[in-house]
């Protein structure tokens, strides 16, 4: 059961921002929204995660709505290195066990 | 070390064989996980282990698969009598206790069953 709803793809310019939804209305109390991407070739590297309150760090911002049953990534300069697959995720952590669930992901083109 | 290190990087092997895949993850990090992902496809859970706790194996997807984690630290992943369906990246991951400073995967081992 898929907890999460991404689109399968985007497009951006370089130098833009890059505005990747993802839509969880299940999402529970005690559940983080958590973000990753996959550069091909490569492991899933950690962006970012939030609980209910916007986010930003060196990589990216995390938006969530106040119902938190969407949140929005934004890079906010994309370059053509971002282009990869990005997953959004809802886990609980805490006293759950910290299994992952992945689902397809977005695939972003970051173009010049 | 810096990050998590899996090895090989690459295995090629034949039906039937067995084989085994490491995953050295960040010191100190005290959950472990091992994920599969196919060709094109999502990332599929195998097995998570958290400190001394028994293992979540829930993800396993045949008895010709187990892992082990020795000491808490080194785990590995073992495929008895491979399938070609078992080809895929084999992804570990590692975290400080429940992962909520999120999860640091290594760059996998790419299985090939031939």
């Known amino acids: 059961d898929a907890k999460t709803t991404q689109p399968t793809s985007m497009d951006c310019a370089e130098g833009r921002a890059a505005n990747l939804p993802c839509n969880h209305s299940?999402?529970?109390?005690?559940?983080?929204v958590y973000w990753y991407r996959q550069i091909h070739s490569q492991g899933p590297q950690y962006i970012i995660h939030g609980l209910k309150n916007n986010e930003t760090n060196e990589m990216a911002s995390l938006i969530i709505t106040e119902d938190r049953k969407s949140s929005t990534l934004i890079l906010p300069h994309a370059t053509l290195r971002d282009t990869a697959v990005y997953y959004c995720i809802v886990f609980a952590g805490g006293t759950s066990y910290g299994k992952l669930t992945f689902g397809q992901g977005t695939i972003l083109t970051v173009h010049p | 070390g810096a990050g998590v290190s899996q090895s090989p990087s690459n295995k090629v092997t034949e039906k039937g064989k067995d084989v085994e895949l490491r995953c050295d993850p960040i010191?100190?990090?005290?959950?472990l996980y091992w994920y599969r992902q196919s060709l094109g496809q999502g990332l599929e859970f195998l097995i998570y282990f958290q400190g001394n706790s028994a293992p979540d194996k829930s993800g396993l997807p045949s008895d010709r698969f187990s892992a082990e984690r020795t000491g808490g630290s080194v785990s590995t992943l073992t495929i008895q009598r491979t399938q070609q369906e078992d080809s895929a990246v084999y992804l570990c991951?590692?975290?400080?206790?429940?992962?909520?400073?999120?999860?640091?995967f290594g760059s996998g081992t790419r299985l090939t069953v031939v």
């Open positions: 991951a590692s975290s400080y206790s429940q992962g909520l400073d999120g999860y640091t």
């Open positions: 299940t999402i529970s109390g005690n559940e983080y």
């Open positions: 010191s100190g990090h005290t959950a």
